[in-house]
């Protein structure tokens, strides 16, 4: 199986993003496919609460939570060509509040 991203990106809050997430990675649970999650949404970090799915969670938005840090998402480029490994599947719940 060739490396997947799934990104889950909507500026309408409430339309299913995280819910996507929760369901790509149950789906590679069960396929026994390594994966990476990732939930960027600081104001509502749904995906990022399920513990057992390890989910990582990024901050991309300033101190204030008001303004969008292009940097950070770069260093979340960089840290992805740089560690992926064995994972197969990367998942990223994007959030409303990153618009």
Not at 14 to 37: L, M, Q
Request: charged residues 25%; aromatic residues 12%; negative net charge.
């Amino acid at each position: 199986m060739k490396r997947q991203l799934f990104v889950n990106i909507n500026q309408k809050g409430g339309c299913s993003k995280s819910h996507n997430a929760f369901s790509e990675t149950c789906w590679a649970i069960h396929h026994n496919i390594p994966y990476i999650g990732f939930d960027t949404d600081s104001s509502n970090a749904s995906y990022g609460d399920y513990a057992l799915f390890n989910i990582k969670s990024v901050e991309t938005m300033d101190d204030d939570g008001l303004e969008i840090k292009p940097e950070k998402w770069d260093a979340l480029a960089y840290y992805l060509l740089e560690n992926l490994k064995d994972e197969r599947l990367c998942i990223i719940d994007i959030g409303a509040s990153q618009f």
